[in-house]
């Protein structure tokens, strides 16, 4: 059975930084492309990050291009995401994703993903 477990979320004031891990197990991705999603309180998921496979390709929603980081080791099927500079308009419950298609590129749209963690909140205070 597939499983994704986030972790690193939490509390942080504004304009500090946290970084997210995704561990998977029951199965490797080290082919598939991998991505996280967020969802604020009231607001529809929206996409975050997205990396290739082999980290050599990356996107990012605007809201959070320059500041956010997705990155991965694939020797550890982990996903990475670095967020610095928080704003409050970052606070959700931040999920991992991995793409079930093997593929060169990123994924970004969320119904390109089959395995899903259950998140982790991250607060960011004003």
């Known amino acids: 059975q597939v499983h994704l477990v986030e972790s690193g979320g939490g509390l942080v004031q504004a304009g500090g930084s946290l970084r997210l891990s995704c561990e998977a197990s029951g199965r490797t991705f080290y082919s598939n492309p991998m991505g996280w999603f967020r969802q604020a309180p009231g607001k529809d998921l929206e996409f975050v990050a997205s990396?290739?496979?082999?980290?050599?390709?990356?996107d990012y929603a605007d809201s959070v291009k320059g500041r956010f980081t997705i990155s991965r080791d694939n020797a550890k099927n982990t996903v990475y995401l670095q967020m610095s500079s928080l704003k409050p308009d970052d606070a959700a419950i931040y999920y991992c994703?991995?793409?079930?298609?093997?593929?060169?590129?990123?994924?970004?749209?969320?119904?390109?993903?089959?395995?899903w963690g259950t998140g982790t909140q991250v607060i960011v205070s004003s």
């Open positions: 994703a991995a793409d079930v298609n093997q593929k060169p590129g990123t994924s970004i749209h969320r119904w390109e993903y089959m395995y």
């Open positions: 990396i290739s496979w082999n980290g050599g390709n990356s």
